[in-house]
């Protein structure tokens, strides 16, 4: 049986009932509901949650503004669900800690696939560490470096925060030093699924990761843009 934690904060019951149908006829038994922020605070503390499907717009808040507030509870993967679709709502997602971003209307199918994407590259939950024996993984860049088994990012030998997802793309880059990919081979790889119309997504990400490590994020010497064909990291830092 499944034991990953699903959260569905929403307070249109419709979209909670589909979304409940969906992900249990998926194998996801372990699902808890929210229509609020409170709510959601409640649920999280008293059950902790690995997968957080999270709408904006909440009678007592936003979706923007509880993410943050999840995470003190831990690092679960943040997927919005909403239909505040605009450049500026997807980027808000992103910047506040959310993994993932969803309009609606959706197909809770695609939704259901994204979980199980995200679980099949790290897995979560209480059985995650024993189905996966831990493997030592670092890098170093001499101003940065990269733990894998610790999922830890160090800059001048300090513990930066990295959200879950933009660890992710940054490993996946360190473990492909120097070779280039387009904004979908990234999506596609990282986020688990096809990236077609999803290059706001990686640019949001590739910025977040250049902020944490490069000195200047405006002039990037480690994670470099190659015009017309995508992104690379470099060992060596850029002349």
């Known amino acids: 049986m499944d034991q990953t934690r699903i959260l569905i904060v929403d ?22 509901t929210a229509s609020s922020c ?35 509870y ?3 993967h943040i ?5 505040k679709a605009s450049d500026l709502d997807v980027l808000t997602g992103f910047a506040m800690g959310g993994d993932d971003y969803v309009t609606k209307p959706f ?21 995650a560490a024993a189905e996966q024996p831990a493997i030592q993984r670092a890098w170093d860049f001499g101003r940065f470096k990269v733990d894998e088994s610790a999922g830890e990012l160090t800059v001048l030998g300090e513990p930066v925060p990295c959200p879950a997802q933009v660890f992710q793309l940054l490993l996946y880059f ?20 096809d990236g077609m119309g999803e290059d706001n997504t990686v640019m949001v ?3 977040r990761i250049r902020e944490r490590i490069e000195e200047d994020p405006s002039n ?20």
């Open 220 to 239: 990037p010497q480690y994670l470099l843009t190659v015009r017309g064909l995508g992104y690379k990291l470099v060992k060596e830092k850029a002349r």
């Open 79 to 83: 997927l919005f669900l909403t239909a």
């Open 38 to 72: 409170k709510e959601a605070l409640s649920e999280i503390a008293t059950h902790g949650a690995d997968i957080v499907l999270l709408d904006v717009m909440l009678p007592d808040g936003t979706g923007f503004d509880l993410c943050p507030q999840i995470r003190s």
């Open 174 to 193: 360190c473990k492909h030093p120097g070779v280039v990919f387009s904004k979908s081979q990234l999506y596609e790889a990282v986020w688990g699924i």
């Open 74 to 76: 831990g690092s679960p």
């Open 107 to 127: 197909n809770p199918l695609e939704i259901a696939a994204r979980i199980k994407a995200r679980l099949r590259r790290g897995g979560f939950g209480p059985a």
């Open 11 to 32: 307070d249109e019951p419709s979209i909670v009932k589909m979304l409940q149908m969906v992900l249990r006829k998926e194998g996801f038994n372990r699902i808890y």
């Open 205 to 207: 990400h590739i910025r």
